[in-house]
């Protein structure tokens, strides 16, 4: 996947419109602070996201330090077989198959089949163009960091919620899509999120050893790490430990296949348990142990990012609270995922959802570490329904890409160009919340007191959006 929440908080409000990215939001309640976090505590968490906020059929969560593990799971599968939900259920993991990418490059740089300074187009065929900024050719380290300049997607892709949008992607496509870009920055300069260079990445890395990525990730990765159930092909027992994925509005999703030529963005599957012996791995790895060396060099060095925080090689930093937690997200069409590690305590979080509400980071947080805070979705106040219907219409983002803003029944819908509808939720009577992403809208009045703009609040940027309908 290229998580799909995690890269469609770009795509579908956003992408077009300068490829905004989830972040704080300021919705925020007080929880304890550093306290371990006991069962029945992780349990109050899930069942207000599957059972009030309704953000969620089934979650499974899991945390971890260097001697102990626990597994929570909370609502169901949802499978045709009923499977109860555990530590082996199987989800898409979405963009989280961009850190098993790079520790795949890593991996091949410790055996000296390449290295991070190589040129991208060194392992293409020569006919493929690979752009380059100022003269500066994109490296290997530049895709696993997110600073190739490249954008987050192939230029005029579309997200449905109806379809698999990845399933017929070429490598055709891929090295037409690649040739046609043009870098945002000089590479190497700054991180800002591409989908489009991890799926690169993992198609490179192919070519130079001569096999397919998923080969590679389960005989370089899977294998010495003795994890089964994590793949981009499900075997039999995975399927039938599938649990159904389901869209934002709950109803069943279709299953997302990346195709080979984009495989090293989201292709894989994967379960709590295996993600647990994942992040130990490589975020307390012994010394001795297969791929110690090759996860220390994730974390080698810094990149800053375009919007505050910072990336490793696949690594993603949210600074806060006296701590750093190393973490990646990832969702389809019909899940999301995170997987997080507090550098201060040395504990991490594994958190899994059958629904693409891409909303779960502050859980997977506050499970590395406590003294990080939950997110509070719970609508603030009821908003008069003319009040509501005064602010449908259509508001442009950029010249591409708007948001059209309906009431219905007490309550206000969103959609964005090519997008599916979202439900806006009120904070005061004029600004309002997203669950599928952290994002906010407050809806502004000109001197005649008629609503001529929203402010789109994502990422600690605000952006004025006018009325244009």
């Given at each position: 996947m290229i998580g799909r929440r995690d890269f469609l908080v770009g795509a579908a409000l956003g992408g077009a419109?300068?490829?905004?990215?989830?972040?704080?939001?300021?919705?925020?309640?007080?929880?304890?602070?550093?306290?371990?976090?006991?069962?029945d505590d992780i349990l109050t968490a899930l069942r207000e996201r599957v059972d009030t906020t309704r953000q969620s059929v089934g979650i499974v969560a899991a945390t971890f330090d260097a001697n102990t593990q626990r597994i929570v799971p909370y609502g169901k599968s949802d499978s045709k077989n009923n499977r109860a939900l555990d530590g082996d259920t199987?989800?898409?993991?979405?963009?989280i198959t961009k850190v098993f990418t790079a520790l795949l490059l890593a991996e091949m740089v410790t055996r000296g089949e390449v290295a991070l300074d190589d040129p991208v187009s060194k392992y293409l065929p020569d006919r493929v163009r690979v752009p380059e900024s100022r003269g500066k050719q994109i490296a290997l380290w530049h895709l696993a960091s997110h600073t190739s300049g490249l954008p987050r997607e192939p230029a005029g892709f579309v997200f449905r919620d109806d379809i698999d949008p990845y399933a017929a992607y070429t490598t055709d496509q891929l090295y037409s899509a690649v040739a046609n870009s043009y870098p945002q920055y000089e590479p190497g300069s700054i991180s800002s999120y591409s989908n489009l260079g991890f799926g690169l990445l993992g198609h490179v890395l192919a070519l130079r050893a001569n096999a397919s990525y998923e080969e590679l990730i389960i005989s370089r990765?899977?294998?010495?790490?003795?994890?089964?159930?994590?793949?981009?092909?499900?075997?039999?027992?995975?399927?039938?430990?599938?649990?159904?994925?389901?869209r934002a509005d709950l109803k069943p999703a279709m299953n997302w296949d990346l195709p080979p030529a984009i495989a090293g963005a989201g292709a894989l599957r994967s379960t709590a348990n295996d993600l647990v012996r994942f992040m130990r791995a490589t975020c307390l790895p012994d010394p001795q142990g297969p791929l110690s060396k090759a996860a220390a060099l994730l974390l080698e060095k810094r990149r800053p990012h375009i919007f505050g925080n910072s990336y490793y090689l696949g690594w993603h930093v949210r600074k806060a609270n006296g701590d750093e937690?190393?973490?990646?997200?990832?969702?389809?069409?019909?899940?999301?995922?995170?997987?997080?590690?507090?550098?201060?305590?040395?504990s991490g979080a594994v958190v899994l959802?059958?629904?693409?509400?891409?909303?779960?980071?502050?859980?997977?947080?506050?499970?590395?570490?406590?003294?990080?805070?939950?997110?509070?979705?719970?609508?603030?106040?009821?908003?008069?329904?003319?009040?509501l219907a005064s602010y449908g219409g259509v508001y442009e983002?950029?010249?591409?890409?708007?948001?059209?803003?309906?009431?219905?029944?007490?309550?206000?819908?969103?959609?964005?160009t090519g997008q599916s509808e979202f439900e806006l939720f009120a904070e005061s009577e004029n600004r309002f919340f997203l669950r599928i992403v952290d994002a906010q809208v407050t809806f502004l009045r000109n001197k005649d007191e008629l609503v001529d703009r929203?402010?789109?609040?994502?990422?600690g940027r605000d952006q004025y959006c006018p009325r244009i309908n």
């Open positions: 419109a300068a490829a905004l990215t989830a972040a704080a939001s300021g919705l925020f309640i007080e929880t304890a602070g550093g306290e371990p976090l006991s069962t199987v989800f898409e993991i979405g963009s990765i899977c294998d010495p790490l003795n994890l089964a159930d994590t793949r981009a092909s499900l075997t039999p027992s995975m399927q039938e430990r599938l649990a159904q994925g389901h937690i190393i973490r990646h997200g990832g969702a389809t069409g019909g899940y999301c995922g995170h997987v997080g590690f507090s550098t201060k305590l040395k959802s059958n629904t693409a509400i891409y909303m779960i980071d502050d859980l997977g947080f506050h499970l590395a570490n406590p003294a990080f805070k939950v997110a509070d979705y719970l609508p603030k106040v009821t908003v008069d329904q003319g009040v983002l950029t010249p591409t890409f708007s948001i059209t803003i309906r009431a219905a029944d007490g309550h206000l819908f969103g959609r964005g929203l402010v789109w609040h994502q990422n």
